[in-house]
């Protein structure tokens, strides 16, 4: 469905990782790094000896048992690239999540519907609520149990019981998992669910 130009991979996230926690402290272990970047410490030791392999770091012997890594000039480089293609990455994503979720609600402007309501406080609802904005749609509500009294962009946010006393129309729901729309929609029948998914 959306799909990135430039795929920035979970090896380039986890090298990125590595080179930003090396740089802050070199003294780091490999079994501190598998924490910290959340991988296997087998994986952290084959990316390590990859990154020796290509030059990004070099390995400085302090005593028989500790070591630490130090970044060179081309892992520096490489850290910087890194971060911007996973920049950019990041821009695809958002201008292609833009996209689908204008053409899955452009029809309520289309129907005459003035209003509308997010379920849900994401990334997801951070673009619908752009979105909405740029085809002239108004948020009426903002709805989420867990984040219920809380404010989001201006909007204090209601659970979903309030939503259903006080009827206030269509509902959004700022999700892409078919899982969690499903389960949603079987929970909400009595609510006018749209969809960001079929």
């Known amino acids: 469905m959306i799909q990135v130009k430039e795929k920035f991979g979970d090896i380039d996230i986890r090298e990125l990782e590595i080179l930003e926690k090396l740089e802050n402290n070199g003294h780091l272990t490999q079994r501190d790094l598998s924490k910290e970047v959340g991988i296997a410490l087998g994986l952290v030791n084959h990316l390590l000896k990859k990154m020796v392999t290509k030059g990004w770091i070099k390995i400085k012997n302090i005593d028989a048992k500790k070591i630490r890594y130090l970044i ?105 998992d078919k899982e969690e729309i499903d389960g949603f929609c079987n929970e909400q029948e009595n609510v006018k669910v749209v969809t960001l998914r079929e």
């Open 72 to 176: 060179t000039p081309e892992g520096a480089k490489e850290k910087s690239s890194l971060l911007y293609k996973r920049v950019e990455s990041t821009i695809h994503f958002y201008l292609e999540a833009k996209r689908v979720i204008k053409d899955k609600v452009i029809h309520l402007k289309n129907e005459g519907i003035e209003d509308v309501s997010i379920y849900g406080i994401n990334h997801i609802s951070e673009v619908l609520f752009i979105v909405l904005k740029e085809i002239g749609l108004e948020l009426n509500s903002v709805v989420d149990e867990k984040k219920e009294g809380k404010e989001w962009f201006g909007y204090k946010v209601i659970g979903i019981d309030q939503f259903v006393k006080s009827n206030t129309g269509v509902l959004i729901l700022a999700s892409f």
